[in-house]
Structures are given as structure tokens and as C-alpha cells.
């Protein structure tokens, strides 16, 4: 099956500029989605379609694909993006198509 | 405003059942696919199947294939999880999530629940 490979932390000062990665065998050719999820908290989903932006998501929340890396950034991060970030793609040609990677805990210095 | 509420998680014998429900409402239920995610205790997320709106298609993740069945009731605006034969290893906090997608499914997630837990073990 697909796998999906993301850094277990990042951390950035605030106002700073977080890029989270996500890596997968030509992922540029695929949609991928990411989610921030707090302690205690359900997944919210913060980018869709590589780069699209949910309503109520900051415009600081960008995403890009291309190759083999897929990119969360997160601009003039604040205390309040400190989360679990993970990234997902849905591979139509497994028997397995729900992916996610395994999760990159951004914390905030 | 849309709301996903899950239930039916306990604690449950290896080899026994459960049956989760999510509750929806605030959206036009059977418009959506829906899905079920799950998290293990301290671990990452994990997809587990995908229904689709008018129930006609479904999809497992291969951890689960054969003994979890993904079911919906649209004039009820419900969605089901059938678990059987249950390990160990499917302790975890069991999500709903409505498909991204209107009529066509997009295979994001957009709305979650809060989860139920469900525990197996002996």
C-alpha cells in the first residue's frame, strides 16, 4: 500500500515560518489534504486538494505538491498552531486507499 | 451547523462485537459519502472505511476487511460500524467524518465527530 512519510516534530519560534513535509512515491500526482489536530481535540482539516483552504482556516495555512514532497507551511506561526499535523491522500488503485502519514508534531519554541 | 455525534465504544472482549452509530445532522446526510477514521491511544490516524452516499459502495482498510462491515440508514440520518472478531489491536477512539464532497466523493474529510473509544481486552 501507499505510504506516506512526515518528520515526527518541527519546531519554529513564533512569527516564524513552519514547513511540515510529507513524502510519497510521486505524490505530486495526487491530491493531498492535511488536518491539525489538538490535544484532546478532533482532527480539523486545514488545507484540501494541495492547497485549497477550508472557510475559518487562516490564510497563514498554504499548501504545495510536487514530486515526490508534499509542503504544509504555516506563516507568523503562533502559540495557538501548536498541534499534530497529518497529511492524507486517497490511492484509488489499492486495496487499502485511505492514507495517512504518520503525524508531525509541530511545537511552538 | 453540521454535527457528527458518535456512539456505542465500550470495553469488549477479544473475539467479541460492537456495533458504533454516528448521529448527523445539519447537512443533507445522504448527499455525502461518509467515512471512519480511528486513532489508537497516543498514535496516528488511521482510515477505515468509506461508504457512499446512497450506501451502494463501500470500501475497508485491508486491518479490517472481513470483519468490519460500514453500514447507513439515510432516512435516519445514521451511519454504522459493525465490528466483529475483534483484537487488540483495534483499541482505539473511533471518529466519523463526512466526506468533502457534494454527491461525488472527494476523499477528504471534512466534518468530524468527538469519537467514541472502543477498548479490547481481555
Known amino acids: 500500500s501507499y505510504v506516506l512519510t512526515q518528520p515526527p516534530s518541527v519546531s519554529v519560534a513564533p512569527g516564524q515560518t513552519a514547513r511540515i513535509t510529507c513524502g510519497g512515491n510521486n505524490i505530486g500526482s495526487k491530491s493531498v489534504h492535511w488536518y491539525q489536530q489538538k490535544p484532546g481535540q478532533a482532527p480539523v482539516l486545514v488545507v484540501y486538494?494541495?492547497?485549497d483552504r477550508p472557510s475559518g482556516i487562516p490564510e497563514r495555512f498554504s499548501g504545495s505538491n510536487s514530486g515526490n514532497t508534499a509542503t504544509l507551511t504555516i506563516s507568523r506561526v503562533e502559540a495557538g498552531d501548536e498541534a499534530d499535523y497529518y497529511c492524507?491522500?486517497?490511492?484509488?488503485?489499492?486495496?487499502?486507499?485511505?492514507?495517512f502519514g504518520g503525524g508531525t508534531k509541530l511545537t511552538v519554541l | 451547523e453540521v454535527q457528527l455525534v458518535e456512539s456505542g465504544g465500550g470495553v469488549v472482549q477479544p473475539g467479541g462485537s460492537l456495533r458504533l452509530s454516528c448521529a448527523a445532522s445539519g447537512f443533507t446526510f445522504d448527499d455525502y459519502a461518509m467515512h471512519w477514521v480511528r486513532q489508537a491511544p497516543g498514535k496516528g490516524l488511521e482510515w477505515v472505511s468509506l461508504?457512499?452516499?446512497?450506501?451502494?459502495?463501500?470500501y475497508y482498510a485491508d486491518s479490517v476487511k472481513g470483519r468490519f462491515t460500514i453500514s447507513r440508514d439515510n432516512s435516519k440520518n445514521s451511519l454504522y460500524l459493525q465490528m466483529n472478531s475483534l483484537r487488540t489491536e483495534d483499541t482505539a477512539l473511533y471518529y466519523c467524518?463526512?466526506?468533502?464532497?457534494?454527491?461525488?466523493?472527494?476523499?477528504?474529510?471534512?466534518?468530524w465527530g468527538q469519537g467514541t473509544l472502543v477498548t479490547v481486552s481481555s
Open positions: 492524507q491522500v486517497w490511492d484509488s488503485s489499492s486495496d487499502h486507499p485511505g492514507v
Open positions: 486538494d494541495d492547497s
Open positions: 461508504i457512499s452516499g446512497d450506501g451502494g459502495s463501500t
Open positions: 467524518a463526512t466526506d468533502g464532497g457534494v454527491i461525488v466523493p472527494t476523499y477528504y474529510f471534512d466534518y
